[in-house]
């Protein structure tokens, strides 16, 4: 069982920056693939992000946001810069046991409840 907890969301201006957070509880941290999805009002969840031993970014990500993992300290990162106000969303993070990584959220196993995340313009 893993447990999941996001945080470092709030709001900013558009072009601004945030770092969100995931610490994960449990022994196995390193051997799931991690990932990020977002969830704007009346929208489905869409994959942002994902690492395991590579990294995989959606393309209206990339070149902004980076994601990273410090399997020491059981934790998963989202560093967002230039923030515009579409990436407005509830950010999720997700671990999944499998050695891949996948765009469909299904496939994940374990999810935390999320952190709010609005760029005002």
């Known amino acids: 069982q893993v447990q999941l907890v996001e945080s470092g969301g709030g709001l900013v201006q558009a072009g601004g920056s945030l770092r969100l957070s995931c610490a994960a509880s449990?022994?196995?941290?390193?051997?799931?693939?991690m990932g990020w999805f977002r969830q704007a009002p009346g929208k489905e969840r869409e994959f942002v992000a994902a690492?395991?031993?590579?990294?995989y970014y959606a393309d209206f990500v990339k070149g902004r946001f980076t994601v990273s993992r410090d399997n020491a300290k059981n934790t998963v990162y989202l560093q967002m810069n230039s923030l515009k106000p579409e990436d407005t969303a509830v950010y999720y993070c997700?671990?999944?046991?499998?050695?891949?990584?996948?765009?469909?959220?299904?496939?994940?196993?374990?999810w935390g409840r999320g952190t709010q995340v609005t760029v005002s313009s």
């Open positions: 449990g022994h196995t941290f390193s051997t799931y693939t």
């Open positions: 690492i395991n031993w590579s990294t």
């Open positions: 997700a671990a999944g046991s499998f050695h891949y990584y996948y765009t469909d959220p299904r496939p994940y196993d374990y």
